[in-house]
């Protein structure tokens, strides 16, 4: 798809998805007028107009804006609180690991790579992403009952139009990624405001709109549309061009395990708390702007100019060892161009992957990777910490783990007879199974 476009009444050149073939070096657009011109036009005056009423909100509340919960009360979550949720896409649950254990995870990881000298990771001067996905403490933070339950509860935000749609929120798969410990100081680490996922996968018709995923917009419609509904996202395409980093599974949310205490400006995460909108509103831009083959979807104040990034980018609040931040897939996010705290900025990411046939199938293969130590599937490849003293095995996971536990890494067969599954559960349950070799 591409973006026809024109000049609103505002004098801002607005636009309209309509066909196109997409290659590398451009656009080219077919002669077939827009049917829907006019709706879309008042479309973009109506997100404006609630742009500039929510920017004004979340400049008045800053990181107060990010609902947060205690880990305890996620199974009577207030309405505020799920309403919030849904408005902002993203959330902090305190507590979900324990803090003195989520301490323990940094320091065994420290012991870790103090052990395994050949470690690797990006860095400028000293490693700040290490390029771990099998230590002890890293598996022991995916695979805890407090993570894969705060996941399923995460997950049960979103919906399926259809019953029978073949996903399942309520059974969290693991995709192992890597671990940072940003230092005092470190600028290196920096991301600018973008989102995950693919970027111009998003406007093509063999991308994301094999779903229909961002139809509502398209049509002039953006109120309508609805960024927790699950089904459509299953046949969607989000990388088309084999990019750097790309992931693989489908995330409901992306996240991270804190190991650390971490305030605003202490090398934490930024994010911009007006999921819907801000969706309808990049992508409703003329020309892709932000949008490059291979690489995430950018924002900047200069191409997206209604989203006030300068204040709606705002901090998540204070963070303790054990807390668990989440946003939602399409969430715009950002990292703190320097880390002006005393103290390491430690997470690690584990983002929410509900079981659905493309993600069972990356689990297959991770699990290869995990049996033999090596990189996960979405990660550069080589020896890994095949060689490492120390890392998790099979053997040690069968030891400690409970069945849930095993399930999301693919070491055991799902329950395909669990009460009160949906039909659409079920069905995916079997076929993930049956690619598992259950």
Not at 94 to 115: D, H, N, Q, S, T
Not at 299 to 308: A, C, K, S
Request: hydrophobic share 35%; with cysteine.
């Amino acid at each position: 798809m591409v973006k026809v476009t024109w000049q609103s009444p505002h004098g801002l050149r607005c636009s309209l998805k309509a066909p196109v073939s997409f290659s590398g070096r451009g656009l080219a657009t077919t002669s077939q007028a827009p049917r829907r011109e006019e709706a879309v036009k008042k479309s973009w005056d109506r997100l404006l107009h609630r742009l500039r009423e929510e920017v004004r909100t979340i400049e008045r509340m800053g990181s107060d804006v990010v609902p947060t919960i205690d880990f305890k009360d996620i199974k009577t979550a207030s309405k505020d609180f799920r309403r919030e949720l849904r408005k902002r896409g993203v959330a902090v649950v305190r507590g979900v690991i324990p803090e003195a254990e989520a301490r323990r995870y940094k320091e065994e990881i420290e012991e870790y790579v103090r052990a395994n000298p050949q470690t690797r990771g990006e860095s400028i001067n000293a490693i700040q992403v290490f390029e771990l996905y099998w230590s002890q403490s890293q598996m022991k933070a995916r695979m805890h009952p407090n993570m894969l339950e705060t996941q399923r509860f995460l997950m049960s935000f979103w919906h399926s139009k259809n019953s029978d749609a073949l996903v399942s929120p309520s059974h969290p798969l693991t995709y192992a990624d890597r671990l940072r410990i940003r230092q005092p100081g470190d600028a290196g680490f920096a991301l600018g405001p973008h989102v995950d996922g693919g970027s111009v996968e998003r406007w093509e018709d063999n991308g994301y709109d094999l779903g229909n995923v961002y139809k509502a917009i398209w049509e002039g419609r953006w109120e309508d549309y609805d960024p927790w509904e699950a089904s459509c996202r299953i046949p969607a395409v989000s990388d088309l061009y084999n990019g750097a980093g790309a992931c693989s599974m489908f995330r409901m949310f992306q996240g991270w395990l804190s190991m650390s205490h971490t305030g605003p400006k202490e090398g934490t995460l930024l994010v911009n708390p007006l999921l819907s909108m801000a969706t309808s509103y990049f992508l409703l831009r003329p020309k892709l702007e932000g949008a490059t083959p291979g690489y995430s979807q950018e924002l900047t104040d200069v191409l997206h100019p209604h989203l006030r990034l300068d204040q709606t980018m705002v901090h998540i609040p204070q963070i303790a060892p054990g807390d668990y931040v989440a946003w939602h897939s399409d969430g715009i996010h950002a990292v703190d161009k320097v880390h002006q705290g005393q103290g390491d900025s430690s997470v690690m990411y584990i983002p929410a992957c509900p079981v659905t046939e493309e993600n069972a199938a990356y689990v297959q293969r991770q699990r290869k990777e995990f049996i033999a130590g090596t990189p996960p599937p979405d990660f550069p490849g080589g020896e890994g910490e095949s060689n490492f003293v120390g890392r998790t095995t099979e053997d040690s996971l069968r030891h400690s783990q409970t069945v849930n536990a095993l399930r999301s890494l693919g070491l055991a067969a799902f329950d395909t007879q669990e009460i009160g599954i949906k039909l659409g559960q079920k069905l995916v349950l079997e076929r993930a199974n049956q690619v598992l070799g259950f």
